[in-house]
């Protein structure tokens, strides 16, 4: 099973690359952020809340000034000049740089320290007093949501958006859609299942902490500013809007980043703040984060609390489905806050064909901020949806998997297909899809060893969960949705970029306006062009993530490089191809349609005795004496990859579980996974971004809970009370997949970096209830601690049955 | 205070605060960026380098407690020269993504098979248990410890996943 | 983070240690610095002077000695988890140690310095109380022992005196068999103790005779639970018996709610750790 590259429709791209990026990480050499030095470099640290909600009396950094090595401390006086955060969806409360006459979460920074070293920063910080008069913080979703109190007194509600969602752009098609869900309700012959269930916030913790060096050099007018970003361009026209810079004064650079998971796709505070710092003392200013920094001030994840209904009849039909549910946005909004849970709504229905009926309130509450993490939105639509099919299996009494097959939109609808908002989807097969997971792990089979398990008296579960998601943005229309990155002065949104340069001795330079941070793209690239132009990936080196030198690009995220910047540089290598075949016919005395690309080198199509190498070719690019009667000297070509529509990957996943019903601790024994991302340019890559996410998905179902206290105050601030799922905590996976490329990008290649999240979280809490159900449990909130298991049996026990 | 210790076969004297963590000797008095800091509470293992021939995680180690120390960081496995299986396992078998941990991850299974010549996937990962990753999912950490423990008992490591999905 | 700053002695000796101690307010004993270096990365600790007695000989070994076995102050955690002398005379405490933290902590943390710190949930703490372990303490003014039972006093607090250092845990070579269960934070045996439970039960004549059980995690410090004993000492320890006395765990603790358990939950752990511990205790005892 699996396997399946090569069967690409409009690729042969497909092998086993070992990575470019590797030999300097697994030596050391690699450089992230924190390892720069640079001459007369400063350190900042911050002086962070306490407190959720309170009023700052006053500020007193004389003690943090007397100290030796401490060069500054700034307020919010300081920099109210240069406005609040920039924020590319710019609804609700906007971050100041620095806290005002008031904070509003835990963590809030409200002075920066700039000193000679990180520890000397850290005594200054800690050596300024800030009098604090505490106030009444909104920290439940619910309370939040009624306005009992408000968060910002000078907002009227703390709803900063409340939206419905059904089919798109149409006022009656939604009415319509709730009437047709009602009258289902209605009748005899169906059966409704309601359930509350919290997608709880997660802190999204990248091994490295974000970092930022910012350096402004006086004599030339510029920024240079290296950080920990998947969004460097985004980040300098930020800190050049900021400024009131051009963009050719900052050059942003991310080197090595170490993961981010959605977690810095923001421009943040801190890196405006060194830049201003950097500007004030003349030197560069450092910034790293400590991990506690981490917890309390990058974005966080999830945070809704919502209820799943589903309508259908015994057999399995459903009739419709609905969601009505409280999104937390925290006290501020940055980037892409407000638009997380529309991203939800998207894949509302999953891959099912029934009415679907989407009501959504995000408010603010008195905690940081969320935004994108892993999935954003995605995860959060695809747990409640597939909670409440396998709730509604259960109560009717159907196998979990015939009902999603009973409601999948089907194979045939493709192309043409859409999704319940009417938005256009590429292709699909969720039918086929499915039947190759069932079919791989002996479905029936598997059912029968759980139940002899559970004959021998053990707590057994069999979990099973189907997803489609969107990713790889594009369309560039989204952009008048609302989508726009104008705000970090990048007005062409979801477009890609990829530029190709022959080197005077026939090696490649691409560089691509991606962001990664650990997917690899130095490879994946490398295969790309290597495919088009029959140069050797060792000889192709793809550099990204310098905003001097690399094209516009918006960064990565959203499981979009590869299908749109991946796609771009195809081009920009079908455009040098087009070139260097007219240069070989030239040196060949061919004709160039005749030309074909190979072993490093291009020939006559039959006649592969006779080749000219890449050094050739290059070569004669470089001197445009030589070149014949209207070419333009050189060989390198950019291009912008436009995309039509997103992409759509789906697939199946399933989990077995044994819960020790004694102390409710949960054993993941197995994790099979079924995933369907189109076309695999890397397999061994692919492969690695599912596992990454599984353990994403898996983390929230067992083990990440970044849910505040009632209080406010946060008591998540290192892996202690945060526990990360470590090696010995999950088992080996074992992956498939299926291969149904899309035809919106000439790679066939829709995304797999977020699939793995947004398939797993649910699939192990279904599995876990299906333990649990003899005992009568139908529903656990994650993550799925023992402690939560445990007092869930008790519960169920209690009440004799349904909970 | 004054510190003397031997840091990848070389002598290393310096001056440092009597706070001065270990890591930060390394990153920043010796420039052995190498191994990073990813928390502050001895829990990441990115730190994680070898001191007088054990693992130990080198943010929670003061400099001055490693005075006369014999320390090995990532850049000491293999120099300039060929790479240590460990680092070969992960290149061979994905074991890293942003490479954050990756550094701490191999010195702990350097560590974990001068102990275990043959460990189990079990005994791999409990082995592993004190280094975060956020990326692999540790899969293919397994993965690459797996073939590192063969290629050093000079057996013929297990083939790739990849391979055998594609036949 | 990073700790604030602070004074570095590392005296070459214990006499010289303890005399530092006796002339030194704020002084603060370093050994592997596990439990002491992240409080005070995390600045909620700091003290004017640390005295690491890292360099100090002769404390680093796990001896025989006659009636018990001495463990010394630098003693890795990861030595008495492997040591054969502990694994004869004192297996809870190999199994504790051998959950304690992961492979970087137990190379580097020691024995000692885990039960001086008396961490709420850690691992040794009650596996010293159930084996009825020796502490003795070494200060300017000589050298005292106190009984594990004597030794924890309240929340990271133990009987150790301003001055006083840690220098030796006796285990008694007293037969029968021992065992240490928990449920960590993370499931298993991972991470601290959401509960823990450690037993040593010695048998004659086909009964119990005697034994100690303590626990972990549940309340302000180890806790030796005296009930359990009273109600297995004489049965014959079948799995009814010790479920029986196992309901009695929480006689006279106090069970304290954390981020990782409820007092009814912890409640009801510390029964069934108590549970396990015994019936793997019993069955070593056989």
Redesign the interface.
């Known amino acids: 099973m699996g396997g399946g590259f090569g069967v690409s429709t409009t690729s042969v791209l497909g092998g086993v690359v070992k990575r470019r990026e590797d030999p300097a990480l697994i030596r050391g050499t690699g450089l992230y952020v924190d390892d720069l030095q640079l001459p007369g470099m400063l350190h900042a640290a911050f002086v962070r809340s306490p407190y959720a909600h309170a009023s700052i009396e006053s500020i007193d950094a004389s003690e943090a000034l007397a100290m030796e090595g401490v060069r500054a401390v700034y307020t919010a006086a300081d920099v109210e000049h240069l406005g609040d955060l920039v924020t590319q969806v710019a609804v609700g409360k906007l971050r100041p740089l620095l806290a005002g006459n008031q904070v509003n979460h835990v963590g809030e920074a409200v002075a920066m320290v700039v000193a000679d070293s990180r520890y000397g920063a850290r005594d200054g910080a800690d050596a300024v007093d800030v009098d604090y008069e505490p106030l009444d913080p909104v920290i439940d979703l619910k309370e939040a949501a009624s306005d009992a109190a408000l968060v910002h007194e000078d907002m009227a509600s703390n709803v900063l958006l409340a939206w419905e969602g059904g089919p798109w752009g149409d006022e009656e098609g939604i009415a319509g859609t709730k009437e047709t869900i009602a009258a289902a309700k209605e009748r005899e012959d169906t059966v409704t299942v309601s359930m509350e269930m919290v997608n709880q916030r997660l802190l999204p913790m990248p091994m490295e902490p974000r970092a930022v060096v910012a350096d402004w050099n006086q004599g030339y007018g510029r920024f240079t500013v290296h950080s920990s970003t998947q969004i460097p361009h985004a980040l300098a026209g930020g800190i050049a809007g900021t400024f009131g810079l051009s963009l050719t004064d900052v050059r942003c650079i991310a080197p090595e980043v170490g993961g981010g998971f959605g977690c810095k796709l923001n421009v943040y505070n801190d890196e405006i703040l060194v830049c201003f710092a950097s500007q004030q003392l003349g030197s560069p200013v450092k910034f790293t984060e400590t991990r506690r920094d981490a917890a309390g001030s990058t974005i966080h994840g999830r945070g809704w609390v919502a209820t799943a209904t589903v309508t259908g009849t015994r057999d399995g039909k459903v009739l419709g489905y609905e969601l009505d549910g409280i999104a937390d946005m925290g006290a501020y909004s940055q980037n892409f806050t407000v638009a997380i849970p529309f991203l939800g709504l998207f894949v509302g229905a999953g891959q099912y064909s029934f009415p679907t009926y989407w009501r959504m309130a995000c408010v603010h509450t008195h905690t940081m901020t969320t935004d994108a993490y892993r999935g954003a939105g995605r995860p959060e639509a695809a747990y409640y949806l597939e909670r409440a099919i396998d709730a509604f299996a259960r109560e009717i009494g159907v196998d979990p998997s015939e009902v999603r097959r009973k409601n999948y939109i089907p194979a045939s609808e493709f192309p043409g297909a859409a999704t319940h908002i009417g938005f256009p989807m590429d292709t699909g097969d969720y039918e086929n899809n499915l039947d190759a997971l069932l079919e791989t792990v002996g479905y029936e089979n598997l059912k029968a060893e759980r139940d002899q398990m559970r004959a021998d008296g053990r707590l057994v579960g069999l979990g099973l969960a189907t997803y489609v998601e969107v990713c790889g943005f594009g369309p560039s229309a989204l952009v008048d949705l609302g989508f726009s990155w104008a705000a970090y002065k990048i007005p062409s949104g979801f477009n890609g970029s990829g530029l190709v340069r022959i080197q005077a001795d026939g090696t490649a330079s691409v560089i691509i306006g991606t962001g990664p941070s650990g997917q690899g793209h130095q490879t994946t690239w490398a295969q790309i062009v290597s495919q088009q132009l029959g140069i050797p990936v060792e000889n192709i080196r793809v550099t990204h993530g310098d905003t001097a030198e690399s094209p516009l690009g918006i960064g990565t995220f959203g499981s979009r490089s590869a299908a749109v910047d991946g796609s771009a540089t195809y081009e920009a290598a079908n455009k040098v191809a087009a070139k260097a075949a007219k240069l070989a016919a030239h040196l060949l005395e061919a004709s160039s349609e005749d030309i074909v690309f190979a072993d490093g080198g291009a020939h006559v199509a039959g006649s592969p005795d006779q080749t000219v190498s890449w050094s050739d070719i290059a070569t004669l690019a470089y001197q445009p004496h030589r070149l014949p009667e209207g070419m333009e000297g050189g060989l390198e070509a950019h291009a912008v990859f436009s995309p039509g529509n997103a992409t759509w990957p789906f697939g199946s996943h399933l989990a077995l579980v044994e819960v020790d019903g004694d102390t409710g601790d949960v054993k993941l024994l197995r994790y099979v996974a079924m995933d369907d991302c189109g076309n695999v340019i890397n397999p061994m890559i692919v492969d690695g971004q599912i596992h990454g996410g599984l353990a994403q998905g898996i983390g929230q179902a067992m083990f990440e809970d970044g849910d505040y206290e009632s209080d406010g105050n946060l008591l998540k601030w290192s892996f202690v009370e945060y526990p990360l799922p470590t090696s010995a905590d999950l088992p080996s996976f074992e992956l498939h997949r299926t291969v149904t490329p899309t035809d919106i990008n000439p790679l066939g290649v829709k995304g797999i970096g977020e699939a793995g999240t947004i398939g797993s979280a649910q699939t192990v809490v279904n599995a876990v209830v299906d333990a649990l159900a003899p005992l009568g449990v139908t529903h656990v909130d994650m993550p799925l601690r023992p402690k939560r298991v445990w007092e869930a049996i008790q519960a169920a026990q209690t009440n004799g049955s349904v909970s | 205070?004054h510190v003397s210790l031997t840091v990848n076969g070389q002598r290393a004297v310096t001056d440092v605060?009597?706070?001065?963590?270990l890591v930060?000797l390394l990153?920043?008095e010796l420039?052995?960026?190498?191994?990073?800091?990813?928390?502050?509470?001895?829990?990441?293992?990115?730190c994680?380098v070898i001191v007088n021939g054990?693992?130990?995680?080198s943010?929670?180690?003061?400099a001055?407690?490693a005075?006369g120390a014999e320390v090995t960081?990532?850049?000491g496995?293999?120099g300039n020269g060929d790479?240590h299986p460990v680092?070969e396992g992960?290149?061979?078998r994905?074991g890293?993504?942003?490479?954050?941990?990756?550094?701490g991850m191999?010195m702990?299974a350097v560590?974990?098979l001068s102990d275990n010549e043959s460990p189990t996937?079990n005994e791999?990962?409990?082995?592993?248990?004190?280094?975060?990753?956020?990326?692999?999912?540790?899969?293919?950490?397994?993965r690459a410890v797996e073939y590192a423990a063969a290629k050093m008992r000079g057996d013929e490591p297990p083939p790739?996943?990849?391979?055998e999905?594609?036949? | 983070m990073y700790p604030r700053s602070f004074e570095y002695v590392s005296p070459g000796s214990l006499d010289e240690a303890t005399s530092i101690l006796a002339s030194t307010d704020g002084a603060k004993v370093l050994a592997g610095g596990m439990s002491l270096l992240p409080i005070m990365k995390l600045r909620l600790f700091s003290p004017d002077v640390l005295v690491d007695i890292g360099r100090i000989p002769g404390l680093s070994s796990i001896q025989d000695q006659g009636d018990h076995v001495g463990v010394g102050a630098l003693v890795r955690h990861a030595d008495t988890a492997s040591d054969p002398l502990i694994a004869e005379h004192a297996a809870a405490l190999a199994t504790a140690a051998s959950w304690t933290g992961d492979v970087q902590v137990r190379n580097q943390g020691t024995t000692c310095g885990s039960i001086a710190h008396a961490d709420i949930a850690a691992d040794q703490p009650a596996a010293a109380l159930a084996l009825g372990a020796t502490m003795v303490a070494a200060s300017a003014n000589g050298t005292r022992e106190i009984a594990a039972s004597d030794f924890f006093v309240d929340t990271l607090t133990t009987a150790l005196e301003p001055g006083e250092i840690l220098t030796e845990i006796r285990l008694p070579k007293q037969g029968g068999g021992s065992a240490y269960e928990k449920l960590g934070r993370r499931g298993g045996h991972t991470d601290y103790a959401v509960a823990g439970a450690s037993a040593w039960v010695d048998l004659a004549d086909g009964a119990v005779c005697c034994g100690r059980v303590a626990l972990t995690g549940v309340g302000p410090m180890p806790t030796l639970a005296e009930g359990v004993m009273e109600s297995l000492i004489g049965t014959d320890g079948s799995d009814a018996a010790v479920a029986a006395a196992s309901d009695r765990a929480l006689e006279g603790v106090t069970v304290l709610e954390d981020l990782f358990g409820t007092v009814e939950y912890k409640s009801h752990l510390a029964k069934v750790m108590t549970r396990r511990a015994l019936q793997q205790a019993i069955a070593a005892a056989m």
Not at chain 2, 40 to 46: E, I
Not at chain 2, 96 to 103: I, V
Not at chain 2, 124 to 142: A, K, P, Q, S
């Open positions: 205070m605060e009597p706070r001065t963590l930060h990153r920043e420039g052995l960026t190498g191994t990073h800091v990813g928390c502050d509470t001895s829990y990441c293992g990115a994680t054990n693992t130990v995680k943010c929670t180690m003061l001055v407690q005075q960081t990532i850049e496995l293999a790479l680092q992960f290149w061979e994905h890293l993504q942003c490479g954050f941990c990756t550094p191999i702990s560590g974990l996937e791999i990962r409990h082995g592993l248990e004190g280094n975060l990753c956020r990326c692999t999912g540790y899969h293919n950490i397994v790739p996943e990849w391979e999905d594609s036949a």
